[in-house]
C-alpha cells in the first residue's frame, strides 16, 4: 500500500540558488547550469538539486453530510522551504487551506489556518491526524475509497509539487 | 505529531504484552481515582426526523456507552475518533452489541438532526444523536465530563468551533471508566475494549 511519490521540483535557477543560499554566488551560478538539464523534471532524477518528495498522502473519507475533507501526507524538500498553500481542483472543494490543530488555554482543540509551514532541508514533516492537514472546505460530493485527489503544493521558493492522495477510511498502513 | 508518536509507542507497548497474558494487560486510556459520575445528566436523543426523546447518560445494562463532543463541519479530530472507534470495534467481536455510541454535538445550529444521524450512522450502526440548543444545558452536561466548547463566528460567516477532544466509555451506572484522550488511536481503543468486555 506504501506509495512513493517523487515530485520534480519545476525548476528555476533561482530555486537552486536558494538551496545553495550563503555560498559564492558565481559558484552557485554555475551549479544551476549543470543541474538545470531537462533531467531534473523528471522524477527519475535524484541529484543534489533534488526533488519535493511526497509520502503517504491520503484523505479520509468523508460521510454524506461532512462538508469538510483532510488530507494528510509527508513532505520532504531538498531545500529550505515553506508550503505556504495548497490547492485541488475546485470541482472537489471550494476552498483549500493549511490548517493546525491546536490546543487553547480551556483545553479544547481548535483549528487554525497557518500561513505556511516551514520545511527544513532533507527533513521529513509530517500533517497528520490531530496536527497539520491539507483541508478541503465546501466538498462538492463525498471523499470516497477507491477515489483520489490531486493535491498542488505551492511552496514560498515558487517550487510546486502535485500529489495523488488517496481515500481512504484510515491512514494508510506504515 | 508527537502524539503520533505516543500512539505508536502505545501500539508497540501493547503487541508486546500481548504475547505474554492478555488478562494482565493494562488499560491505555486513562483512569481517575475520582471517577467522573454522569449517570444524572440527560439531554435530548434526537431521531433523523428530529423527533426528541430523553436520553441518559449511563450504559444499558451489560454493556458500555461511549460519548464524544463533537460536530460534523469537523475535518480532523471528529472523522479520526470516529474511524478509529470503527477500527476498533471491526477488531473486537460483538462491539456492535456491547457498546452504544453517542455524539453530542457542540454545534447544534449547524448540526441539525438530519444531518447528525446519518453523519454518525456513516461511522457506527446505530448511534446515538445528542442535540440541544439548550446552551444551559448543553453546558451542564459537558461540565459533567469536565469538558467544554466554544463557537465563535466571524464576520465573514466562517465558524470556528473549539471542544474537547476526549471520548468517554460510561458504564451502566453512570460512571465514566475510561477516558481516551485524542491520539490514543485504534489501538488503544482496541486494547481497552477487550479487557473491559472481560467485565461485562
Known amino acids: 500500500m506504501k506509495k512513493k511519490s517523487i515530485i520534480a521540483v519545476v525548476a528555476s535557477a533561482t530555486l537552486v540558488l536558494a538551496a545553495c543560499g550563503g555560498d559564492d554566488a558565481s559558484t552557485d551560478t554555475s551549479t544551476a547550469d549543470t543541474t538545470m538539464t531537462d533531467d531534473t523534471t523528471t522524477a527519475g532524477d535524484l541529484t543534489a538539486a533534488g526533488e519535493i518528495v511526497v509520502e503517504g498522502a491520503w484523505a479520509r473519507t468523508s460521510p454524506m453530510e461532512a462538508t469538510m475533507g483532510a488530507a494528510y501526507m509527508k513532505i520532504t524538500s531538498p531545500i529550505d522551504d515553506e508550503l505556504v498553500s495548497a490547492s485541488v481542483d475546485s470541482a472537489i472543494s471550494m476552498e483549500t487551506q493549511i490548517h493546525e490543530t491546536v490546543e487553547n488555554e480551556a483545553g479544547e482543540m481548535a483549528m487554525q489556518e497557518v500561513a505556511s509551514i516551514p520545511l527544513v532541508a532533507g527533513e521529513v514533516f509530517e500533517l497528520a491526524p490531530g496536527g497539520y492537514h491539507v483541508m478541503l472546505m465546501g466538498l462538492s460530493a463525498p471523499l470516497e475509497v477507491g477515489t483520489s485527489i490531486d493535491i498542488t503544493l505551492t511552496m514560498k521558493s515558487g517550487a510546486t509539487a502535485t500529489v495523488t492522495a488517496e481515500v481512504s477510511e484510515d491512514a494508510p498502513s506504515m | ?200
Not at chain 2, 23 to 50: K, T, W
Not at chain 2, 82 to 87: G, K, N, P, Q
Not at chain 2, 117 to 123: A, D, G, Q
Open chain 2, 1 to 200: 505529531m508527537r502524539k503520533q508518536f505516543l500512539s505508536l509507542a502505545v501500539a508497540v507497548a501493547f503487541l508486546g504484552c500481548a504475547s505474554d497474558s492478555g488478562s494482565d494487560a493494562p488499560l491505555f486510556g486513562m483512569q481517575r481515582n475520582d471517577p467522573l459520575v454522569v449517570g444524572d445528566q440527560s439531554m435530548p436523543r434526537v431521531d433523523e426526523a428530529g423527533v426528541e426523546s430523553r436520553f441518559e447518560f449511563k450504559a444499558a445494562d451489560g454493556k458500555l456507552l461511549v460519548v464524544y463532543f463533537g460536530f460534523t463541519n469537523c475535518p480532523d479530530l471528529c472523522p479520526t475518533t470516529l474511524a478509529d472507534l470503527r477500527s476498533a470495534f471491526r477488531r473486537v467481536s460483538g462491539s456492535a452489541e456491547k457498546v452504544e455510541v453517542a455524539m453530542v454535538t457542540v454545534d447544534p445550529e449547524r448540526d441539525t438532526a438530519d444531518r447528525l444521524v446519518p453523519y454518525l450512522s456513516s461511522f457506527v450502526d446505530d448511534p446515538v444523536a445528542l442535540r440541544t440548543t439548550d446552551t444551559n444545558l448543553l453546558e451542564r452536561v459537558e461540565a459533567a465530563f469536565l469538558a467544554s466548547s466554544s463557537i465563535e463566528k466571524e464576520a465573514t460567516g466562517k465558524v470556528n468551533v473549539s471542544h474537547t477532544a476526549a471520548t468517554y466509555v460510561v458504564d451502566e451506572t453512570g460512571t465514566v471508566i475510561v477516558e481516551w484522550p485524542f491520539g490514543i488511536g485504534a489501538d488503544g481503543m482496541e486494547n481497552d475494549l477487550r479487557i473491559l468486555f472481560e467485565d461485562l
